[in-house]
C-alpha cells in the first residue's frame, strides 16, 4: 500500500508565502506525474499544478507566476511553494501522485488526506 502524506499548511496574511510538502511512502518502483489540487468551501476540487517525473509543469491560470511546483524524485516527494497569496488561495490542498506499484509496474492513482491552507485578508 503507498501512502502520500502532505505537510505545510497554516494561516497566512495575504501577501505572505507557504511551502507544501508531500511524502509517498510503501511499496513504490517509482512515480510518474505527482500534483496538487485545491478545494475550497463549498466548491469543487481544482487543478493547482502537476510536475512529471522528467520535471515538465503546468499550472493553473489562478497561479501561474506565483505558485512553483517542484520534487525530489530521490525522496519520492513533491513540493508546492506559494507566493504572493490571496484569500481565494484558501482551500485544502491534496496531492495526488501516479505510482507504478508491482512487479508489471501497474499505475495506481493515490490522493494524500489533504492539507488546510488559510489566507486572510
Known amino acids: 500500500q503507498v501512502q502520500l502524506v502532505e505537510s505545510g499548511g497554516g494561516l497566512v496574511q495575504a501577501g505572505g508565502s507557504l511551502r507544501l510538502s508531500c511524502a509517498a511512502s510503501?511499496?513504490?518502483?517509482?512515480?510518474?506525474?505527482m500534483g496538487w489540487y485545491r478545494q475550497a468551501p463549498g466548491k469543487q476540487r481544482e487543478f493547482v499544478a502537476t510536475?512529471?517525473?522528467?520535471?515538465?509543469?503546468n499550472y493553473a491560470d489562478s497561479v501561474k507566476g506565483r505558485f512553483t511546483i517542484s520534487r525530489d524524485n530521490a525522496k519520492n516527494t513533491v513540493f508546492l511553494q506559494m507566493n504572493s497569496l490571496k484569500p481565494e488561495d484558501t482551500g485544502v490542498y491534496y496531492c495526488?501522485?501516479?505510482?507504478?506499484?508491482?512487479?508489471?509496474?501497474?499505475?495506481?492513482?493515490?490522493w494524500g488526506q489533504g492539507t488546510q491552507v488559510t489566507v486572510s485578508s
Open positions: 510503501g511499496v513504490i518502483r517509482s512515480i510518474n506525474a
Open positions: 495526488d501522485a501516479d505510482v507504478l506499484v508491482g512487479v508489471l509496474e501497474r499505475t495506481v492513482h493515490y
Open positions: 510536475i512529471t517525473s522528467g520535471g515538465s509543469t
